[in-house]
């Protein structure tokens, strides 16, 4: 069965600090997609990227970047000098995908982890 | 374009009662789903359909949760009777096949059971 652990609850920073949110994965699947979530207070999902299993390239976006290291079932999303906008759950999932690379779309949420930048 | 559309954005019941969740997802996506989120946890999917079709409702509690969707657009999500434990954001998302591609998420119907 497929797991997403984020191990960090909440983190606090104050703002232009870089931080970084962790994600574990598990999965059987060698093909599977990755995603990261933003949730702000007003409590709709915002997309913020999608990546396949076969795709490890890191890809940054403006004051965000994200680390997928398949070999330790990482993928990691840093932010580059926090405002307090960023504020928000932030949640990794997983989405299995079944034969010939189409994912299934289920997804797999981690508890998520509770941001707050301060002023 | 427009996006998934929810109502209602929030609902208070007793418990024992019944309540229903409507969806229209974006133009286009054949693929629907429901999503439950209890405070302080991450999203679980409750049911996933393939045009009007269910693909995965394995989460789905039976006794009490259905969920049907008209026509392969429009879905509803019901609950009766209803438990306290159901209290939670009810999400519905679309998304273009089973790709997950255009993965996209309504705003959400916050059911609090008392």
């Known amino acids: 069965a497929q797991k997403v652990t984020q191990a960090q609850t909440e983190i606090s920073v104050v703002e232009k600090e870089d931080v970084t949110l962790d994600c574990v994965y598990e999965?059987?699947?060698?093909?599977?997609?990755l995603f990261w979530y933003k949730q702000p207070p007003s409590g709709e999902l915002v997309f913020l990227i999608r990546?396949?299993?076969?795709?490890?390239q890191n890809e940054i976006s403006g004051r965000y970047s994200w680390n997928f290291q398949k070999s330790t079932s990482s993928f990691n999303f840093t932010i580059t000098a926090s405002q307090v906008v960023d504020s928000a759950v932030y949640f990794c999932a997983l989405s299995e995908a079944g034969a010939g690379g189409t994912s299934y779309g289920k997804l797999t949420f981690g508890q998520g982890t509770i941001l707050t930048v301060h002023p | 374009e427009a996006g998934v559309a929810q109502s209602p954005r929030y609902k208070i019941i007793e418990k024992r009662q019944s309540v229903a969740f409507w969806c229209n997802p974006i133009?286009?996506?054949?693929?629907l789903y429901w999503y439950q989120q209890i405070l302080g946890q991450g999203p679980k999917l409750l049911i996933q359909f393939q045009n009007n079709g269910v693909v995965d409702d394995s989460q789905l509690p039976k006794d009490r949760f259905s969920a049907e969707r008209l026509k392969g657009v429009d879905s509803t999500l019901k609950i009766q009777p209803a438990k306290l434990e159901d209290s939670a954001v009810y999400l519905c998302?679309?998304?273009f096949g089973q790709g997950g591609y255009g993965y996209t998420f309504g705003s959400g119907t916050r059911l609090t059971v008392v």
């Open positions: 998302a679309s998304s």
């Open positions: 999965t059987r699947d060698t093909t599977y997609y």
């Open positions: 133009s286009g996506h054949a693929t």
């Open positions: 990546r396949n299993s076969f795709d490890e």
